[in-house]
């Protein structure tokens, strides 16, 4: 049997056997730690902002609730593009390099986040504002479409058998800190501003900072990308672009059960970051610096659970981590409505937390599960693809549909929504281990 065949039998825990290299994982672990940092930080500074300040600048004309869903709205508009920006990033690196595809991608999303900075305000430009913020979201889905490097999977691939776990971890280690970046500083000027200074100055200083850790962050990158031996690996393991109609038509099974494996991962992801804050602060007395301190206490428990999901998946089983992360989050949809809509800040803080810890339990994992779907040659383009519409399916319109509910049903019907991916993803797991088994 061929090295491609035995790789395309393998499942969630078995990936393809390493060679002796001379690349350690731990010196690919920096750059990609860096590089899912300076992305996340882009994502969550437009996200909080989405909450605490477009709704009044860019849609005045609406009430808070619909200003808000407004809002959200556009926030979705990067789930959109980012499989966009993944078809023609891919058509660059084919044709030109990987070097080139990181420059021109990374550069397109801090522009984006940086160029939002500079918007002017609806009472300032009418219909003209909230169409250059749209734009300017969809600018930065496409950058983050093609800021896939392929090094997460090279360093699944180059790690110790008995680590992978461990170091499929690592990647996700990014959002925690791109979070706690973001919601730091956001914590910090609401904090130290006053409301009318940060309204009209103070929110737009940290997609000033997109700038600098984005360029710090590439520069990481490519330090690795570009060298002779880092070319080598990855025209040893075969993580080059291939086209992406050919890669889905030649996987559409994977790319279908490996978009629905995450489900109940990502869409936990916005109902414990963007989400609680808009309900916090439309439909309760919370302070929204004080939720914004909750939120970066929940930050911090995000990546011990991250860590955790390292050692679990290297006892268990990948799938098997997978699995109990999806259960736990099931049976916590039953607790999201009284924790969230509870009277008390205590409450509400023990919803962020818990919520924190069961989404690092799931996130930490729940990327390599795309990719070790996929045969080496097609590998660095079906994780990318895959992720892409997991995103969009499981987080891109999170927000949007969480506030509709609950604004329309209750709380209740946000953790029916919860349970829903819970759902889907135990029933993706379990047809994946029939696929494996039909292979």
Known sequence: MSDIAQQATTGLDDAPETDDL????????????????SEFFDFFVYGIAAVLVFPYLFFPDADPVQATLKSFAVFSLAFIARPIGSIVFMA??????????????????????MAIAFLPSYAQAGMLAPVLLAVFRF??????????????SLLSLTAPRERRGWYAMVPQLGAALGFMLACGMFLIFTRVLSQEDFMAWGWRFPFFVALALNVVALFARLRLVVTPEFKRLFDEKELQPRRVVETIATHPRQVFVGALIPLAT???????????????????????????????????????????????????????QLAIAAVLIALFSF???????????????????????????SLGQAS???????????????????S????????????????????????????YYLLSGAAVTLAALGFSRTLETVR
């Open 266 to 320: 990502y869409a936990m992801f916005h109902l414990v970051t963007i989400f609680p804050l808009s309900w916090a602060t439309l439909f309760t007395d919370h302070n929204a610096t004080d939720f914004l301190g909750s939120l970066f206490l929940g930050s911090i428990v995000g990546g011990l659970g991250i860590m955790l999901s390292g050692i679990l998946a290297d006892r268990v089983g990948r799938r098997g």
């Open 139 to 152: 600018g930065q889905g496409l950058g983050w479409g093609g800021a896939w490097d392929g090094l997460p």
């Open 368 to 386: 390599n599960a795309i990719a070790s779907r996929f045969e080496s040659i097609y590998r660095y383009t079906g994780a990318a693809v895959t």
């Open 388 to 415: 892409d519409i997991a995103w969009l399916v499981g987080a891109g319109f999170a927000p949007l549909v969480a506030l509709w509910l609950c604004s329309h049903y209750g709380l209740a019907y946000v953790g």
């Open 22 to 37: 001379e690349v350690s994982p731990g010196k690919i672990a920096f750059p990609v730690v860096m590089g899912r940092t």
């Open 335 to 361: 607790f999201a409505a009284p924790l969230l809509g509870s009277d008390t800040t205590a409450g509400r803080t023990t919803y962020v937390v818990i919520g924190f810890a069961l989404l690092g339990l």
């Open 92 to 113: 660059i690196d084919r044709n030109f390099s990987r070097a080139a595809k990181l420059i021109g991608a990374l550069f397109l999303l801090c522009g984006s986040t």
